[in-house]
T-cell receptor, first 114, second 112 residues
Framework: EPEVTQTPSHQVTQMGQEVILRCVPI?????FYWYRQILGQKVEFLVS????????KSEIFDDQFSVERPDGSNFTLKIRSTKLEDSAMYFC????????????FGSGTRLTVV | RKEVEQDPGPFNVPEGATVAFNCTYS??????FFWYRQDCRKEPKLLMS???SGNEDGRFTAQLNRASQYISLLIRDSKLSDSATYLC?????????????FGIGTKLQVIP
């Protein structure tokens, strides 16, 4: 079964450092997303990406965040200067048909900011 | 009122029982609805979409009530492997802006 791959599975970083979370979506999918889940809280939408540009973003996705699709397979989330409150599980997701059809999540990257 | 509201549970049910979860949503313009399942410290996995006419997938039945703005998930003949958190997800298109909102999830524990 096709899957969304995320690396690393766990990243520990110091406050103020930049981190890049990597995702390889399902190969024939066109829509890509980042979500986060703070421990014990609900899954929160960050950003959606289609046709090489951001299509939607939430209020969480401020200037500290950016996304890129540097080549045909990777989809990255960069946090420029991490804060303690950025500690969360970050999930990448992809969909073949867009936001209204459900999507496949990767297994997540647990980011711990110390 | 929260955008998507679920009873966090936990619901503790014996094997073989039937259990139902409800989820309410606040925006009447919401268009598509889903149930996801999330195991502890794992990613959400799509369980089923929810259609206006109601839909069934094996032991799972999902229903949508637009008038009352809620969706439901019914699990029949519960298995131990059904133990998980069930996430209600609502997609709303408002002025060309797509917004996907997750509920906090309802925790189900099926006990032998």
């Amino acid at each position: 079964e096709p899957e969304v791959t995320q690396t690393p599975s766990h990243q520990v970083t110091q406050m103020g450092q930049e981190v890049i979370l990597r995702c390889v979506p399902i190969s024939n999918h066109l829509y890509f997303y980042w979500y986060r889940q703070i421990l014990g809280q609900k899954v929160e939408f960050l950003v959606s990406f289609y046709n090489n540009e951001i299509s939607e973003k939430s209020e969480i996705f401020d200037d500290q965040f950016s996304v890129e699709r540097p080549d045909g397979s990777n989809f990255t989330l960069k946090i420029r200067s991490t804060k303690l409150e950025d500690s969360a599980m970050y999930f990448c997701a992809s969909s073949g048909r867009g936001i209204g059809y459900g999507y496949t999540f990767g297994s997540g990257t647990r980011l711990t900011v110390v | 009122r929260k955008e998507v509201e679920q009873d966090p549970g936990p619901f503790n049910v014996p094997e073989g029982a039937t259990v139902a979860f409800n989820c309410t949503y606040s925006n009447s313009a919401s268009q598509s609805f889903f149930w996801y399942r999330q195991d502890c410290r794992k990613e959400p996995k799509l369980l089923m979409s929810v259609y206006s006419s109601g839909n069934e997938d094996g032991r799972f039945t999902a229903q949508l009530n637009r008038a009352s703005q809620y969706i439901s998930l019914l699990i029949r003949d519960s298995k131990l492997s059904d133990s998980a958190t069930y996430l209600c997800v609502v997609n709303t298109n408002s002025g060309g802006y797509q917004k996907v909102t997750f509920g906090i999830g309802t925790k189900l524990q099926v006990i032998p």
